[in-house]
């Protein structure tokens, strides 16, 4: 499709010029002869024909399964399916071709003259149902809830101790539970991979596993450093000494002693649970010693002696990833990757430098980390001589869609990264968008960038690349394929929230004035000084508004990029939220602390009042960069 503006060439189905921005004229659809092939369109050789639909984007329009979604600008769209509505110049078009099939095709011996009238005034009436069904679908919502659908999944857990009752309360997804333990608990370091279930240890050394069921007292002398498995079904913990190491069952079963030494610490459950890795320190040879162990099919058994980190686990439980620090070489890192089925080791032969982590597929085989040289780099262990150097990078994580976070991958290639390096002061970050492709070569998509997200359907990625010397940036769309190039949405944005499908967008400018991005409209001004925000529920934004005359913050909301809302009684000296975008809880605090769940468009409640002090909200956004980082 060519724009009549600059006649920059368009793929079919765009509404605006990818080069321009003007809007795209539909031409009259060609009605082919019966005895040839419709001619393929103009953008057929340059563009995909196999692309899958296009989730509804902020840039990007969808597209049908034959179509190739392609982005657009200056402003995004919500259209589900690009659809064309006839002029009165096309219909008269279709009409004229109805009626000379019709009258090639009807006998004029008899009737001919009425059949034909009546033919073409049904011609018409056709034409005219399906420009009005057209009208109809461009302004149609393209999801169920009428602007958005958020797949991403949140769970929160916040915890809140009342000195009246010598009490801690637990509130979970916007829910007060009705079960407390007695006195003030700690803070809970392990909660399962969806975020349902989590273990706290109050000032007593007693564990319990708190979800929405309810609390469950596990151990009467646990350590606070556990790991749950991720599926929710089991606790490993040390008893307050550190020395002994137990597996007890989340629903309140006997614990088993797993293992005990002079220093005995759960590290990582492999994902389907199966295996235990964790360290233990005792005696090799009289001298104390780290060991590297793990607990499988109901045995332990010792990896490594000298090692005592877990970079990274396998679903399965059979790959294990380590290193050890060399006196030798000055504090360089050695990586190791040990089998626990067969329990060979393999060292590579390159050293490696900040091991503090690793990403690796699903079953162990694929690794990204950073070497000795301060190279992020590839590895496949079944050719370690093979390092492919993806750049100069303390870490990274992958770009995954939002709906898929914590289920891993099959392959480290072929996938996009937030790769980061940490400034001189190893406080501030910088980041670049990398591609890793099939062929392991590396394309750096824009340098400097921030809140990447991917949608649902993997097609589109947005990200804020930042100004020089600054912490805001314009905020780009682009599509996943690379068919176009990426497509400015808004200047000036220091953070974004998006729902699933990216067709809702609220940004922060500089100003800290929130805007909204819905469909094919341009960025709409919300509220002005908000200081937190979140998109929950698919398509409602909470957010805190701060009144400068005034001197208090408001609670408020705004649903689909709607004008502001202010939730009545929300409102005081200080409002946070604790989970801005996920369905949780929101507090308001006056003295004292009043607590509103959050149910989405524009709905709350109040559930705690008064005498609460708020401990700690363990919000597991799987979208997180601890999750990425696996």
Not at 575 to 601: C, E, K, R
Request: some cysteine; charged content about 20%.
């Amino acid at each position: 499709m060519f724009c009549t503006n600059c006649g920059f060439g368009n793929p079919d189905g765009a509404k605006f010029c990818r080069k321009c921005g003007s809007k795209l004229v539909v031409l009259p659809p060609t009605i082919p002869a019966t005895s040839a092939p419709s001619a393929p369109s103009a953008t057929a050789a340059t563009a995909p024909t196999t692309t899958p639909v296009a989730p509804v984007a902020p840039t990007p329009i969808s597209a049908p399964a034959t179509a190739t979604p392609t982005p657009v600008a200056p402003a995004p769209t919500q259209i589900s399916t690009p659809t064309y509505i006839p002029s009165a110049a096309e219909l008269a078009v279709a009409a004229a071709a109805a009626r000379a099939t019709s009258n090639q095709a009807i006998s004029v011996k008899f009737f001919s003259k009425t059949r034909n009238i009546v033919l073409l005034l049904v011609g018409l009436v056709l034409v005219l149902a399906i420009a009005a069904v057209s009208l109809f679908l461009i302004f149609l919502p393209s999801s169920p809830n009428g602007i958005a659908s958020d797949t991403r999944p949140y769970s929160s857990i916040e915890a809140f101790y009342s000195a009246d009752k010598n009490e801690t309360s637990f509130i979970i997804n916007g829910e007060l539970l009705k079960d407390t333990i007695e006195g003030k608990c700690s803070s809970g370091y392990s909660v399962a991979l969806d975020g349902s279930k989590e273990f706290v240890v109050d000032e007593d050394d007693r564990g319990y596993v708190v979800s929405a069921k309810g609390v469950v007292k596990v151990t009467e002398d646990a350590y606070s450093l556990a790991v749950i498995s991720p599926d929710g079904s089991k606790v490993a913990y040390s008893d307050s000494s550190k020395k002994k190491l137990y597996i007890v069952p989340a629903d309140g079963e006997a614990p088993v002693l797993v293992d005990e030494g002079d220093y005995c610490v759960a590290d990582s459950f492999s994902k389907d649970g199966s295996t235990l890795v964790y360290t233990k320190m005792g005696q090799n040879s009289g001298k104390s010693t780290n060991f590297l162990m793990a607990y499988r099919n109901g045995k332990t058994m010792v990896l490594k002696s000298g090692l005592s980190f877990v970079m990274a686990v396998s679903d399965d439980g059979e790959i294990v990833y380590s290193f050890e620090y060399s006196s030798d070489d000055e504090g360089k890192s050695k990586l190791y990757c040990i089998n626990t089925t067969s329990n060979d080791t393999v060292q590579f032969e390159a050293e490696a430098g900040d091991l503090s982590y690793a990403v690796i597929n699903d079953n162990g085989t694929e690794l990204i980390y950073t070497d000795s040289s301060g190279s992020l780099v590839y590895l496949n262990i079944d050719n370690p001589d093979k390092r492919v150097e993806i750049g100069k990078y303390d870490g990274c994580w992958p770009v995954q869609p939002q709906s898929t976070y914590g289920q891993g991958q099959k392959s480290l290639k072929g996938q996009f990264y937030y790769a980061y390096s940490f400034g001189s002061d190893n406080s501030e970050i910088l980041a670049d968008l990398v591609f890793l492709g099939e062929d392991l070569k590396t394309k750096v998509i824009a340098k400097d960038v921030k809140n990447c997200t991917m949608d649902d359907a993997a097609k589109e990625i947005l990200y804020v690349k930042l100004d020089a010397n600054s912490d805001a940036g314009s905020l780009y769309s682009m599509w996943t394929d690379f068919s176009s190039n990426p497509v400015e949405l808004a200047e000036d944005v220091t953070s974004i929230d998006a729902s699933g499908d990216l067709g809702l967008i609220y940004y922060l400018d500089v100003n800290n004035q929130l805007h909204c991005i819905q469909g094919s409209k341009k960025a709409k001004p919300i509220a002005s000084n908000v200081s937190e925000y979140g998109i929950t529920g698919g398509n409602t934004c909470y957010f805190v508004a701060t009144d400068q005359g005034a001197g208090k913050q408001t609670l408020c909301y705004s649903i689909a990029g709607g004008d502001m809302v202010k939730v009545n009684g929300a409102e005081g000296k200080e409002v946070f939220l604790f989970s801005p975008d996920s369905p949780t809880v929101a507090s308001v605090q006056n003295g004292n602390i009043d607590v509103y769940s959050l149910t989405g468009n524009g709905e709350s409640k109040r559930i705690l009042s008064n005498q609460y002090e708020y401990l700690y909200g363990s919000r597991y956004d799987l979208t997180s960069d601890y999750k990425n980082m696996r």
